[in-house]
């Protein structure tokens, strides 16, 4: 489609043009009695200097040179004046934007002692008239609106270049949000599914109102998940806006969570009211800290959860009491509570302490007024 937009295009490039030189030339020639009145072999001449123009754009510089030495043996003829040279300036235009003003000029500055030398070598004596002052103008004035095309046209290529990169950011930048909130989303439902159906299993001969227990937080925390994965997906699929943002509103629930594991949670302080950036990013690397304490530690029985705000700082800090904390291996989660800290401009720290594993989150606030 694009080629044959192309061709289309240098067809009208080169008979339009054609056709206005010779009607143009053809009127001309019953005003301009001395000169020889239009042929075949004259209609031939300036049709075959107008046709290398079909190739202009792919061959800029030798059409350019063909089409003007045509043009000017014409104008040495003795057939009618007429306005060929829009022939030349066509193809002197496309080269300057196809090759530069460079090219373009030294090809010009040949084209002009071409005619300087014809011009001698047919007994003319050095005259600089006005022919040859319209001549310079000539050129000058095309190289110089070819050239702003050329500049407009790398414009706005460089335009739509920055356009498509920063559309290519910013759908970067949703799929990591998007793949970051599935995985804190399935990673927790999962992992609380997973320590609740082992307790089901472990108690279901000897205490089974504990395995009910434990079914109906499997049962809970599935249908959580499921409805965090719909509501993801209901965004995936309208691309209208964010879904549900995640808050420490729903603090006491998340603790829940982790409490119906057999984990003791303590909560120290509270977050406050946060600009909802802050508040989201906050909730899901609490989430995530859990999820990793019901994952990874080894044996742990409690965790504490402290909030903090100073220096326009807010504060998250999780540690549990997992005997053996080692290094964390990176992994999704780690490298997603990082990446949502970083993009808020605070830092995430997960590291072993003395008694178990902590992790630190300091998040920026904002707040109105400052």
């Known amino acids: 489609m694009w080629r044959g937009n192309r061709f289309a295009g240098d067809v009208v490039l080169t008979v339009v043009p054609m056709a206005f030189v010779l009607g143009v030339t053809t009127a001309a020639g019953h005003f301009q009695g001395s000169a020889h009145p239009l042929d075949a072999l004259g209609y031939g001449w300036l049709a075959a200097a107008a046709l290398p123009l079909l190739l202009v754009r792919r061959f800029p510089l030798p059409v350019f040179v063909v089409v003007y030495c045509a043009v000017l043996a014409y104008y040495w003829s003795d057939y009618p004046n007429g306005p060929a040279l829009v022939l030349p300036t066509i193809a002197l235009f496309v080269l300057t934007r196809r090759r530069g003003p460079l090219v373009a000029t030294i090809a010009a500055v040949g084209a002009l002692l071409v005619a300087v030398g014809v011009h001698f070598a047919t007994g003319g004596a050095f005259l600089f008239n006005a022919s040859a002052a319209l001549i310079v103008v000539w050129l000058t004035a095309v190289i110089g609106i070819g050239t702003a095309a050329r500049n407009r046209g790398a414009a706005i290529r460089a335009a739509r270049e920055r356009a498509a990169e920063h559309q290519y950011r910013m759908a970067e930048q949703e799929r990591l949000r998007i793949a970051r909130e599935v995985h804190d989303v399935v990673a927790h439902s999962l992992a609380m599914i997973n320590v609740q159906a082992g307790v089901a299993a472990h108690v279901a001969d000897r205490r089974p109102e ?13 249908a959580s998940a499921l409805a965090d994965l719909r509501a993801t ?49 906050a909730y899901r690397i609490l989430q995530e800290s859990l999820t990793n304490v019901v ?14 705000r100073s220096n326009g700082m807010l504060s998250v800090r999780i540690r549990d009491n997992g005997r053996d904390a080692g290094a964390p291996a990176p992994g999704n989660g780690l490298r997603g ?16 302490v003395d008694g178990g594993f902590e992790v630190r989150a300091e998040l920026p606030v904002h707040e109105e007024g400052r």
Do not use: C, N, Y
Not at 210 to 222: G, M, N
Not at 244 to 273: C, W
Not at 295 to 308: K, Q
């Open 337 to 352: 509570m990082s990446e949502r800290a970083a993009a808020l401009g605070g830092t995430v720290r997960a590291a072993p």
């Open 295 to 308: 994952r990874h530690a080894h044996e742990p029985s409690e965790v504490d959860v402290s909030f903090g």
């Open 210 to 222: 504990q395995a009910v227990e434990a079914l109906r937080a499997i049962k809970e925390a599935s």
């Open 233 to 281: 997906v209901a965004v995936l699929r309208s691309g209208q806006g964010l879904g549900p943002a995640p808050s420490l509103r729903q603090l006491d629930e998340l603790l829940d969570h982790a409490r119906a594991t057999g984990l003791t949670v303590r909560l120290h302080g509270a977050p406050g009211e946060l600009p909802a950036p802050v508040d989201g990013a």
